[in-house]
DNA sequence: AAGCCACGCAACCGCCCAGGA
DNA sequence: CTCCTGGGCGGTTGCGTGGCT
């Protein structure tokens, strides 16, 4: 039986994209929008596979993406989100604002694996790293090994012991970095740019606030956020100008989902709340 | 200067799920 | 209810690049 294949592999191009290719792809959701990746290489002229149109865009051409190095904030986000989360890449990456999954995937293998390992935890278990792998807290709720299907069947159930509270991880300022943060070498600028992020992300409470609500972050703070970014990120940006495309990130902010509303908090206290307190996301 | 090696990242692969027919 | 298709996700691969010898 098997599938079928999602396109003629004889005749898609594989690889790195050309400039061209990026370009046909960007005019063509410029036009059309996102959706239908299967005819879209057909209809926009590209020798590519649907599939690859779609991760080429989620990962390198949508516009509301930051690019650009990770700042010691997200570090620590990445790290929270993963402990209570797991491999949910694209629920971590939710989180963090102009952040890929597969950029967060990538950061987390080549660098935060290293970094939490030379802190003595364990990456996968965010124990210690001689403790035992079976080391979960029951305290924790942790989403890792959950099967999939619980992922998006996560309606309300009013049978299930479920203290919200358990969701929310103190992610103080202290001791990001055992020492000081020149340890990490950073010049005056970054780590003036890092206090803002810090800012950002965190807020004057220096209390981490997990709410988990989903959602490319809005077009408006976006912009702003990425307007801190495009320092360092403007080598990358391939070919886009960002002001064509407003009509997408607001077109994005509208699919936002908010996780209250998917772990099935939709009517709740909690989930009302997530507008007002959550450091970067207001929808709901 | 050349070769080797390690690292980072873009891209691919294959599986899974949801929704429609 | 079953099958099929489109889309999404996590894991893996492979190429480009920079550092070291």
């Not at 926009?44 to 516009?63: E, F, T, V």
């Not at 010049?187 to 709410?211: F, I, M, R």
């Not at 206290?269 to 507008?275: F, G, H, P, S």
Request: with cysteine.
């Amino acid at each position: 039986m098997g599938r079928s294949p999602c396109c003629e592999k004889a005749h898609t191009n594989k690889g790195a994209w050309t400039k061209e290719e990026d370009q046909r792809l960007i005019d063509y959701i410029r036009l059309h929008g996102e959706g239908c990746w299967r005819s879209l290489p057909k209809a926009a002229g590209l020798l590519r596979c649907g599939k690859s149109c779609r991760l080429r865009w989620i990962n390198y051409l949508r516009p509301d993406l930051k690019r650009g190095n990770f700042s010691e904030a997200e570090d620590e986000l990445i790290i929270k989100l993963h402990s209570l989360l797991g491999n949910k890449w694209s629920l971590i990456a939710a989180r963090l604002p102009g952040r890929t999954d597969n950029e967060i995937k990538n950061y987390w293998n080549t660098h935060i694996k290293r970094k939490l390992i030379s802190r003595g935890i364990d990456p996968q278990t965010h124990g210690p790293l001689n403790q035992p792998t079976n080391t979960n807290k029951s305290t924790e709720l942790d989403f890792r090994n959950v099967p999939k299907a619980s992922k998006s069947n996560f309606a309300p159930n009013p049978s299930r012991d479920f203290n919200f509270n358990e969701f929310q991880v103190k992610a103080k300022a202290e001791s990001i970095e055992e020492g000081t943060s020149s340890s990490s070498g950073m010049t005056t600028d970054e780590e003036q740019q890092q206090e803002e992020e810090q800012d950002k992300y965190a807020g004057n409470s220096q209390e981490l606030d997990l709410e988990l609500s989903i959602g490319i972050s809005s077009s408006g703070k976006n912009n702003n956020s990425t307007g801190v970014s495009t320092a360092n990120s403007a080598e990358s940006k391939p070919l886009l100008d960002k002001s064509n495309f407003q009509f997408l990130g607001q077109a994005m902010a509208a699919k936002a989902v908010c996780l209250c509303c998917q772990l099935g908090f939709g009517t709740s206290e909690i989930c009302r709340n997530c507008q007002s307190t959550n450091g970067f996301n207001t929808y709901c």
